[in-house]
């Protein structure tokens, strides 16, 4: 079994900065991509940022030059830093990753959802 556990969540003002992470556990024969989603109240969830193992990432438009997803592969970690915080970026964030348990089985997993507040 894996699991993804997240932290670093809270409540910031605007124009602040918080910093959240996500650690993968477990039976890990490898880690594809890994990344962070946000689901808003009322709002589907949508796609932040994502990095593959090689480190290549894409980011939403709504936050590009603003998010910065980083991981490290030997501690199957990923972190996302986040800057300029808007009231709009408001939501519960989500870590996502695609893992390998064995060499034949592949699964996506999710983390439990850390909330994120900034206030205006």
């Known amino acids: 079994q894996v699991q993804l556990v997240e932290s670093g969540g809270g409540l910031v003002q605007a124009g602040g900065s918080l910093r959240l992470s996500c650690a993968a556990s477990?039976?890990?024969?490898?880690?594809?991509?890994m990344g962070w989603y946000r689901q808003a109240p009322g709002k589907q969830r949508e796609l932040v940022a994502v990095?593959?193992?090689?480190?290549?990432?894409n980011y939403a438009d709504s936050v590009k030059g603003r998010f910065t997803i980083s991981r490290d592969n030997a501690k199957n970690t990923v972190n996302l830093q986040m800057d300029s915080l808007k009231p709009e970026d408001t939501a519960v964030y989500y870590c996502?990753?695609?893992?390998?348990?064995?060499?034949?089985?592949?699964?996506?997993?999710w983390g439990q959802g850390t909330l994120v507040t900034v206030s205006s």
């Open positions: 477990g039976s890990i024969f490898r880690l594809n991509d």
């Open positions: 996502n990753a695609e893992v390998y348990s064995s060499p034949f089985r592949k699964l996506e997993i």
């Open positions: 990095i593959t193992s090689g480190r290549s990432t």
